[in-house]
């Protein structure tokens, strides 16, 4: 009785064909995952800016603080640009952080929320930024001028402030009253280039 070795060309074929079938299944699954690992990760990303963004205006805001002196200010200008928010804010805030002991700074100092437009070379297309101004020393320089100056993210398309008095108005322009209320609004792009909007209203104790 003849016995026989090994598989037949047709037992292969079938065997790779099965095979086929389980990696592609597998890839696919893996794939899957993958993507929405990812898809995971940049709504995280963009969670995370807008949380930074706004902890920091709220910081500020919280603690904006103006008297007689004709040195503090609370300034917010609206603008727009293709039905885009590119609104502005200045104030000054008791939010100062001194860093170094017996710094010729205070608490108080002066800062302004602005977008910038750039051309990214690299990119080959123009980008705006969200830029954040910080003045430390209150009447070395006139208002609204000098300052050091950062930037909070350049994957913004606008931003927007609202100021509640009774009643939501576009601008604000005092320097011993400031709002009871400030809403932000700011409009990010994700990494697909998508517009994605996130709001939040911040309270100023000052006149609560």
Do not use: C
Not at 18 to 40: H, N, P
């Amino acid at each position: 009785m003849n016995k026989r070795n090994g598989f037949t060309l047709v037992e292969l074929l079938i065997a790779i064909a099965i095979l086929s079938i389980i990696m592609s299944v597998v890839y696919k699954s893996f794939y899957a995952s993958t993507e929405g690992i990812k898809r995971a990760e940049v709504v995280d990303d963009i969670n995370s800016t807008a949380r930074v963004i706004f902890l920091k205006l709220m910081d500020d805001i919280n603690s904006a603080y103006l008297d007689n002196s004709n040195k503090t200010i609370f300034v917010g200008d609206s603008k727009r640009d293709k039905d885009l928010p590119q609104d502005s804010l200045s104030l000054t805030s008791l939010s100062n952080l001194r860093m170094v002991k017996d710094a010729k700074e205070t608490d108080l100092h002066e800062i302004g929320y602005y977008l910038k437009e750039d051309y990214d070379y690299q990119k080959q297309e123009k980008k705006i930024s969200l830029l954040r101004k910080e003045k430390k020393t209150i009447g070395a320089e006139p208002v609204l001028e000098g300052g050091e100056v950062y930037e909070l993210t350049d994957e913004i398309a606008g931003i927007r402030f609202s100021y509640f008095d009774g009643a939501w108005k576009d601008n604000w322009d005092s320097k011993t009253t400031p709002p009871k209320a400030v809403e932000v609004e700011i409009i990010l792009f994700d990494a697909d280039k998508n517009k994605r909007t996130f709001k939040t209203i911040i309270d100023v104790p000052m006149r609560n």
